[in-house]
Nanobody
């Protein structure tokens, strides 16, 4: 059973950096595709980035030059650099077994397991 536990996040100023982590506290499943989404108040959940079991990474255009995704065994790290006020949201990690179609990497429906969410608030 995959169980995702998130940590990190908090308050930051524009231009600051934060690191979010997401650990699978269940048995290590190396075949997981893991992703990050975020949801701002009043908005739909938005895809941020994804990483496959082979550590291939994909990013949304809005963050690709600022955020960095990596994984170490059963933990995934999302490094948020150059934060902007519009990055303010609740960030969720997600996971699924196997690999979805490339075009569906950013679809929340493709992911089976979800973390509890962590708030990131960026002030100007």
């Amino acid at each position: 059973q995959v169980q995702l536990a998130q940590s990190g996040g908090g308050l930051a100023q524009a231009g600051d950096s934060l690191t979010l982590s997401c650990a699978d506290s269940g048995p290590t499943l190396i075949s997981l595709t893991m992703a990050w989404f975020r949801q701002a108040p009043g908005k739909e959940r938005e895809y941020v980035a994804a990483i496959t079991w082979s550590s291939t990474t994909y990013y949304a255009d809005s963050v690709k030059d600022r955020f960095s995704l990596s994984r170490d065994k059963n933990t995934v790290y999302l490094q948020l650099n150059g934060l902007k006020p519009e990055d303010t949201a609740v960030y969720y990690c997600a996971a699924r077994l196997g690999y979805p179609a490339r075009a569906n990497l950013g679809s929340p429906a493709e992911y089976t397991y979800w973390g509890q969410g962590t708030q990131v608030t960026v002030s100007s």
